[in-house]
């Protein structure tokens, strides 16, 4: 339980670090975006509920995808591939800065300044 608290510590810590970079921001913004978006299409056109379609939308993006739930229609099979197109880069781009800023060290950054 220390080694999961201590973890979670160091991972809100390179969040507030990764929030300071504009392109985590921008990244952070359009994610979100994309995560809306798919929760709106997947409530209203394949029927799910909130939390089931933003589960299905996460696992989407973050590419691990959903083992039982396939789109019902033909819609929601050609949304779900520009959505897999769109999305998958975009996130790997957020994940990438959140893990620059969790490796960054300080005295790397008072070099910069």
């Given at each position: 339980?220390?080694?999961?608290?201590?973890?979670?510590?160091?991972?809100?810590?390179?969040?507030?670090?990764?929030?300071?970079?504009?392109?985590f921001?921008?990244?952070?913004?359009?994610?979100?975006?994309?995560?809306?978006?798919?929760?709106?299409?997947y409530?209203?056109?394949?029927?799910?509920?909130?939390?089931?379609?933003?589960?299905?939308?996460?696992t989407?993006?973050?590419?691990?995808?959903?083992?039982?739930?396939?789109?019902?229609?033909?819609?929601?099979?050609?949304?779900?591939?520009?959505?897999?197109?769109?999305?998958?880069?975009?996130?790997?781009?957020?994940?990438?800065?959140?893990?620059?800023?969790?490796?960054?060290?300080?005295?790397?950054?008072?070099?910069?300044?």
């Amino acid at each position: 339980m220390i080694s999961f608290i201590l973890t979670l510590k160091r991972l809100l810590k390179g969040l507030a670090a990764a929030f300071k970079l504009k392109n985590f921001q921008v990244l952070f913004s359009l994610v979100l975006a994309m995560l809306i978006s798919g929760i709106i299409f997947y409530t209203k056109q394949e029927g799910l509920t909130v939390i089931d379609a933003l589960y299905f939308c996460v696992t989407t993006l973050s590419t691990v995808g959903h083992p039982s739930f396939v789109p019902q229609t033909t819609l929601g099979k050609v949304f779900t591939i520009i959505y897999i197109f769109a999305g998958s880069g975009l996130f790997i781009g957020l994940i990438g800065y959140l893990a620059y800023a969790l490796i960054k060290r300080p005295e790397d950054e008072k070099s910069n300044n």
